[in-house]
């Protein structure tokens, strides 16, 4: 759509639709033609709803969670285990953990993993704060729930190597099969991790 | 994600996002995270965006197209041939049209098609202003940009008999190929118009 179609505000509205992930200039077209047709149930909600989260969500200081409040929902909730640490490497880990709902713990989000590659050091991530958590809140396992890459993996390896001297129990997310698998779809590497780690039945 | 991981802004923005064309819950949940870790280039931009769009947005009253102004900036373009009119079912055909760029005439958006089904008759269509405007701009030729579909067709085939009376010449989009389409992918009724309105190589 060229600029003498409509006025500028809405191909900057296609434009800045486009840039969300999972909407090209194709389906970004449509995303704007469907709030100008909804303007009432969606395009002004929306617009209010983005306006409140660019002023109101914070990174939890604590955790480096995203929310509205700082310390954020997770780190005041009271009856969470205050034992266990989870270490993610971003938020949308932290959220995918807590849609499984098997956890009741305090997350520590990494913001990313070391890659030399991407010039992402140590000092890059939320490690220094981290090992000050586990020793002030007397944490007594973490939980490594990092990405099985090989960028996951490094990081994984150095927070260990960070976390030696506090002696608390350090463990990570079990490799496997996944659930409603295939095993003929499935690589080499996590059908060999499965068999190694087999369970009796 | 429940009520307890964040405060209820980020999950409202979630749902409203999964209500976009194209964007699932899912997908909504990674833009909703792209979005407030870009908070300075996209977050607030889009807020601001879709809050004048909001404001500023109206539907042409000559033509139906959506834009920031009335009459609309192609119904304003003094350039535009005003002997054509070109009749779509909504904004994004127009678009579309604009797109390919052959044009250069002026629109009318009837917003619909006719469809006994949907409950959608003569009078929930721009069909009385359409006859209006062709007597009142002595309009040469009306196209027809009406999609190929059962509804769409029968909602030409009306229009013709409404302006039977004009004597204006009435004209449709030709049937064919696509360009870079293969035969063998094609549907016979498309084939069968191709052969019918072959012409000279």
């Given at each position: 759509m060229g600029g003498r179609v409509a006025g500028p505000e809405i191909e900057r509205l296609i434009q800045l639709l486009a840039r969300l992930p999972g909407l090209g200039p194709r389906s970004a077209r449509r995303a704007a033609l469907h709030l100008i047709r909804k303007r009432e149930e969606l395009l002004a909600p929306l617009a209010d709803t983005l306006r409140v989260a660019c002023d109101k969500i914070v990174t939890c200081r604590a955790c480096g969670n995203a929310d509205t409040c700082d310390p954020c929902t997770l780190c005041r909730d009271e009856r969470r285990d205050r034992d266990t640490l989870v270490v993610v490497e971003t938020v949308a880990d932290l959220w995918a953990l807590e849609r499984a709902g098997v956890l009741s713990a305090r997350y520590h989000v990494l913001g990313g993993t070391l890659s030399p590659l991407d010039g992402m050091?140590?000092?890059?991530?939320n490690l220094a704060s981290l090992v000050e958590r586990v020793a002030a809140d007397r944490v007594k396992e973490v939980i490594l729930?990092?990405?099985?890459?090989v960028d996951g993996q490094t990081t994984a390896h150095y927070i260990v190597g960070l976390l030696a001297d506090s002696k608390v129990k350090i463990t990570r997310l079990a490799h496997g099969i996944?659930?409603?698998?295939?095993l003929d779809y499935l690589d080499e590497g996590t059908l060999a991790a499965a068999i190694k780690s087999r369970t009796v039945f």
């Open positions: 050091g140590p000092s890059d991530l729930a990092i990405n099985a890459t996944p659930v409603g698998g295939e």
